[in-house]
């Protein structure tokens, strides 16, 4: 079961739902993607028209745990040169059928592997942005993925990371009248509701910002995404309307100036670092 399956309420069946969520649209308008979709092409978009000057050559990306290019593709799409590193050699040959049929074969680089191949994968070609969506959950030592992905970053380049957020599954499972999940889920170390939790671990944003700024990256940004779109019963989302007003009420609310406390209930947590 996926983290925003295992978060919906007792009425909705969490995977026919999570799988409806999925198919909505592509990157730029599916409710699980489009916020951080959103925020990483404005900062390359930001990135290639600051480099006019160096001939606006295609910026260098790396995807940590990309998987079968869901993020990788769109960007290939849009110029810039993008190496996945996945240790699953079934979801890069996915994306090597996907990045073919899209046309971005040439700009999309798949490779088997993990943080601890990350330097010698570079080499020292660092890149501009180096994307970590999904993955600090799962991988052995976050704070170790951490320090090697901020290793690859070139200077004046970028990292982002998205990662689970505790308070999201504590407020699911109080929602769903697991109690005392909910309550695991509070005071455990890892965020984890039990044994029985698909996640090996969730973030606080402020432990995730610090365990960011000890690589000696500097934090611009921390916002919570998916603030209330995997609590929402999909048949009031079913329309392209109402997918672009919640996004729009979740982009105001995890920003607003009073109630920026929202963005810590967001399904994840959105982090953005400069070198």
Same mark, same amino acid.
């Given at each position: 079961?996926?983290?925003?399956a295992e978060?919906?309420?007792q ?7 999570e ?13 699980r ?21 160096d ?8 995807? +940590?745990? /990309?998987?079968? #290019?869901?993020?990788? $593709?769109?960007l ?6 993008v190496? &996945? =590193? @996945? ?7 996915s994306?090597s059928?996907r990045s ?12 088997q592997?993990?943080?601890?191949? +990350?330097? /010698?994968?570079? #080499?020292?070609?660092l $890149? ?6 999904g993955?600090?959950? &799962? =991988? @052995?030592?976050p704070?170790?993925t ?23 599954v504590?407020?699911a499972?109080?929602?769903? #009248?697991?109690?005392?999940?909910a309550h695991?889920?509070l005071?455990?170390e890892?965020?984890?509701?039990g ?32 603030l ?10 079913d329309s ?12 105001a ?23």
């Amino acid at each position: 079961m996926t983290p925003a399956a295992e978060q919906q309420t007792q009425e909705v069946d969490p995977v026919a739902d999570e799988q409806w969520r999925t198919r909505r649209g592509g990157v730029e308008t599916a409710l699980r993607t489009s916020a951080v979709w959103s925020a990483v092409r404005d900062l390359l978009d930001a990135k290639r028209a600051s480099r006019q000057a160096d001939g606006d050559r295609p910026l260098r990306v790396l995807d +940590l745990g /990309g998987g079968t #290019g869901g993020l990788a $593709v769109p960007l290939a799409e849009l110029g810039h040169e993008v190496v &996945v =590193v @996945d240790p699953s050699p079934d979801a890069l040959a996915s994306l090597s059928r996907r990045s073919a049929e899209r046309g971005v074969a040439g700009r999309v680089t798949a490779v088997q592997g993990d943080a601890d191949s +990350l330097a /010698g994968i570079v #080499g020292d070609q660092l $890149v501009d942005l180096v994307c970590c969506h999904g993955t600090l959950e &799962v =991988v @052995d030592d976050p704070q170790a993925t951490l320090t090697a992905l901020a290793g690859v970053v070139a200077p004046g380049g970028h990292l982002s990371i998205v990662a689970a957020q505790r308070l999201a599954v504590v407020l699911a499972r109080a929602l769903a #009248g697991q109690f005392a999940q909910a309550h695991q889920a509070l005071v455990s170390e890892d965020g984890r509701w039990g044994p029985a939790d698909p996640l090996p671990r969730r973030f606080d944003a402020s432990t995730l910002r610090a365990m960011v700024e000890q690589t000696g990256l500097v934090v611009e940004d921390v916002h919570g995404v998916r603030l209330f779109s995997d609590l929402v019963p999909s048949a009031l989302i079913d329309s392209d309307a109402d997918r672009a007003a919640l996004l729009d009420l979740e982009a105001a609310a995890s920003r607003h100036p009073d109630f920026g406390f929202l963005g810590e209930l967001g399904a994840a947590v959105h982090v953005l670092a400069r070198t």
